[in-house]
């Protein structure tokens, strides 16, 4: 294993365990038996670290949603295989995601925040559903920010159902209604607000 994947693999285990703010280069090279100017040869901070662990999981998070595409012919199917992606992605990342996604430090809210005007466009995630939507005929007439504020509120349910999945160790079968309660629900939502 090269070194750098040993200490992002410190780093993650240590985030599990503890917390984004709890974590440091010392404890990282305790971890590993090196010392910290050997972290220090590969990352300039923990911050840089923790930014690394961040990007990989968003990056896997937005290829896991790149994989279903929403068609305007079947938006319940498109959007019931995201949504099932992302709870079985932010289940399987646990405690990581939960720390990472609850965290109000500065370094994580430059990648976790998405309730402010224009994250639609600078969100990977939430551009995918933003286009997704404006393709659909009752969405299309209404204004940028009216459908960014639905992409808001459709990516916060999923967020908030995918942490309390997590919190109450849902079973699978409880998953699976949950998420086409989910599904039905957004599309009857979407399909009313057209009208």
Do not use: C
Request: proline share 2%; hydrophobic share 45%.
């Amino acid at each position: 294993m090269d070194m750098r994947r040993k200490i992002l693999g410190a780093a993650r285990k240590l985030i599990r365990e503890e917390n984004v703010e709890g974590i440091s280069i010392r404890k990282i090279a305790r971890l590993i038996e090196y010392s910290p100017a050997t972290i220090y040869h590969y990352f300039d901070s923990k911050e840089q670290i923790v930014e690394e662990l961040i990007t990989e999981d968003y990056d896997r998070m937005i290829d896991t949603l790149s994989a279903h595409p929403v068609a305007r012919e079947s938006l319940g199917e498109a959007l019931k295989s995201n949504i099932a992606s992302y709870i079985n992605l932010a289940i399987e990342m646990g405690d990581l995601y939960k720390k990472v996604m609850l965290s109000d430090a500065p370094a994580m809210l430059v990648r976790s925040a998405v309730l402010y005007k224009g994250a639609a466009t600078e969100r990977p995630a939430l551009a995918m559903l933003y286009h997704a939507l404006r393709e659909l005929r009752s969405l299309s007439e209404r204004s940028d920010s009216d459908v960014e504020t639905i992409v808001q509120v459709i990516w916060s349910t999923l967020f908030g159902l995918s942490l309390r999945m997590m919190i109450e160790h849902v079973n699978e079968e409880q998953k699976q209604r949950l998420i086409n309660q989910t599904v039905e629900l957004i599309v009857n939502a979407i399909e009313k607000r057209g009208r």
